[in-house]
T-cell receptor, first 114, second 111 residues
């Protein structure tokens, strides 16, 4: 069964360092998302991406964050200068038909900022 | 702004029991309602999606309903098994891409 894959599964970084989290969405999906879940809190929307551009973003997704689809299969989330409060599980998701369709999530990348 | 609430926060039942998990949302202009399962430290597994024009969806022992007028969705699990133990999340979207999640119901099914 097709699945969303994410790497790394766990990354530890020092405050102020840049981090790139990688995702391979399901191959025929056209809409891509990043969500995050701080330990013990709700899953929160960060950004959606369609047709090589951001379609929506939340107030969390500030200038420290960026997304990119560098090739036909990968979708990345970059955090430019990590802060302690960026420590969370980051989930990539994809959908065949955007807001109309079912969201499929990856296993997540746990980011720990020291 | 859509707010999603799930009650109860935790539920413990003996194996074989039928159970209902509740999800309520503040904005009836919800378009999709999706139920997920999350095992500890893992990702979200999609269980059921109910689109705006639908009232319920079924998959195996799971049945989810959506009542937009009352702002509620329920997930019914029949004949619960220990393997059903997990956190169940509901998420609603306004038709855009920003799905709002509830905090989840942590289910324990005791053998």
């Amino acid at each position: 069964e097709p699945e969303v894959t994410q790497t790394p599964s766990h990354q530890v970084t020092q405050m102020g360092q840049e981090v790139i989290l990688r995702c391979v969405p399901i191959s025929n999906h056209l809409y891509f998302y990043w969500y995050r879940q701080i330990l013990g809190q709700k899953v929160e929307f960060l950004v959606s991406f369609y047709n090589n551009e951001i379609s929506e973003k939340s107030e969390i997704f500030d200038d420290q964050f960026s997304v990119e689809r560098p090739d036909g299969s990968n979708f990345t989330l970059k955090i430019r200068s990590t802060k302690l409060e960026d420590s969370a599980m980051y989930f990539c998701a994809s959908s065949e038909s955007g807001g109309l369709g079912e969201l499929f999530f990856g296993e997540g990348s746990r980011l720990t900022v020291l | 702004k859509q707010e999603v609430t799930q009650i109860p926060a935790a539920l413990s039942v003996p194996e074989g029991e039928n159970l209902v998990l509740n999800c309520s949302f503040t904005d009836s202009a919800i378009y999709n309602l999706q139920w997920f399962r999350q095992d500890p430290g893992k990702g979200l597994t999609s269980l059921l999606l109910i689109q705006s024009s639908q009232r319920e969806q079924t998959s195996g022992r799971l049945n989810a309903s959506l009542d937009k007028s009352s702002g509620r969705s329920t997930l019914y699990i029949a004949a619960s098994q220990p393997g059903d133990s997990a956190t169940y999340l509901c998420a609603g979207g306004p038709g855009g891409n920003d799905m709002r999640f509830g905090a989840g119901t942590r289910l324990t099914v005791k053998p």
